[in-house]
């Protein structure tokens, strides 16, 4: 029979069986547990459908590629910011170490799974991830050699390989576009408190020819997006059906960002 992979009951087992893995006393000592989101994990699977896939698979997949995610974001704060001065430098390098600790896991959980499918295709995405920021990171000011793939892989990398190790094709490009919209979004209030991220960097030197301010440079990423779910195919529109509540946050959480812009303005 096949699973509701939209049961909110799988979203809570998720989350429980992450916070339990990272549950590590020393690191959450310092720096608290790892957030994890409850619509990053619906729209990993979403991609599954109405697919015949064990649950147990299933959560187990979600939950590595999860993992693997949490790990690059961790290790992403470090390279936005540095070790800085020392008496900062401890907790950055807890940071670290907590970002190897999140990888070992989901080394541990596709071992006891016995899924080398999977294992090869997130090992592969973190590599793709990895380039992708490097390409973004250390382009010229011109913005010559930037690709816009490159951005949707620094933030999307992970979940296509998990899609790519099932061969869940039909649904990847809407849940690529969630993501990387979801991501705009938190980048750009980020960038707002003068902290520069992947995405920024992209659009200062993407835009470096127009003279469009970086503002103006994400809202045109945001609307782009956002224009693909109110005209795009039948599964942006399944995508709205199943998570309007989503949907409905990233309406928010732009008029937010706007907000706030205007009054620093």
Same mark, same amino acid.
């Given at each position: 029979?096949?699973?509701?992979?939209?049961?909110?009951?799988?979203?809570?087992?998720?989350?429980?069986?992450?916070?339990?893995?990272?549950?590590?006393?020393?690191?959450?000592?310092?720096?608290?547990?790892?957030?994890?989101?409850?619509?990053?994990?619906?729209?990993?699977?979403?991609?599954?459908?109405?697919?015949?896939?064990?649950?147990?698979?299933?959560?187990?997949?979600?939950?590595?590629?999860?993992?693997?995610?949490?790990?690059?974001?961790?290790?992403?704060?470090?390279?936005?910011?540095? =070790?800085?001065?020392?008496?900062?430098?401890? /907790? $950055?390098?807890? !940071? *670290?170490?907590?970002?190897?600790?999140?990888? +070992? %896991?989901?080394?541990?959980?596709?071992?006891?799974?016995?899924?080398?499918?999977?294992?090869?295709?997130?090992?592969?995405?973190?590599?793709?991830?990895?380039?992708?920021?490097?390409?973004?990171?250390?382009?010229?000011?011109?913005?010559?050699?930037?690709?816009?793939?490159?951005?949707?892989?620094?933030?999307?990398?992970?979940?296509?390989? =998990?899609?790519?190790?099932?061969?869940?094709? /039909? $649904?990847?490009? !809407? *849940?690529?576009?969630?993501?990387?919209?979801? +991501? %705009?979004?938190?980048?750009?209030?980020?960038?707002?408190?003068?902290?520069?991220?992947?995405?920024?960097?992209?659009?200062?030197?993407?835009?470096?020819?127009?003279?469009?301010?970086?503002?103006?440079?994400?809202?045109?990423?945001?609307?782009?997006?956002?224009?693909?779910?109110?005209?795009?195919?039948?599964?942006?529109?399944?995508?709205?059906?199943?998570?309007?509540?989503?949907?409905? /946050?990233?309406?928010?959480?732009?008029?937010?960002?706007?907000?706030?812009?205007?009054?620093?303005?």
């Amino acid at each position: 029979m096949a699973l509701n992979h939209h049961d909110s009951n799988l979203v809570h087992k998720v989350i429980t069986s992450f916070n339990k893995a990272v549950d590590q006393p020393y690191l959450k000592q310092f720096l608290g547990n790892p957030e994890v989101s409850d619509s990053y994990i619906s729209s990993l699977l979403f991609l599954f459908g109405e697919t015949d896939f064990q649950e147990e698979d299933i959560h187990d997949a979600v939950l590595t590629t999860l993992l693997v995610q949490t790990a690059l974001d961790t290790h992403e704060r470090i390279n936005r910011h540095g =070790l800085g001065r020392e008496r900062i430098r401890t /907790e $950055r390098q807890l !940071t *670290v170490l907590a970002g190897d600790y999140y990888s +070992a %896991l989901y080394y541990f959980i596709l071992s006891r799974c016995n899924n080398s499918k999977l294992l090869h295709a997130l090992s592969l995405g973190i590599q793709n991830v990895n380039e992708a920021k490097m390409s973004i990171y250390q382009s010229k000011d011109t913005g010559d050699s930037l690709d816009y793939r490159d951005l949707q892989t620094a933030y999307t990398g992970i979940a296509e390989a =998990l899609a790519e190790s099932y061969e869940l094709v /039909e $649904r990847t490009d !809407t *849940v690529k576009d969630y993501l990387l919209l979801r +991501a %705009l979004l938190e980048e750009k209030k980020k960038y707002s408190h003068n902290q520069i991220s992947i995405a920024s960097r992209y659009i200062e030197r993407s835009n470096g020819k127009q003279g469009m301010s970086v503002e103006a440079g994400f809202d045109k990423l945001i609307d782009g997006i956002l224009d693909l779910f109110i005209k795009g195919d039948a599964e942006y529109g399944t995508f709205q059906t199943h998570y309007p509540a989503y949907l409905n /946050e990233i309406h928010e959480k732009r008029k937010y960002c706007n907000t706030y812009a205007m009054e620093e303005g």
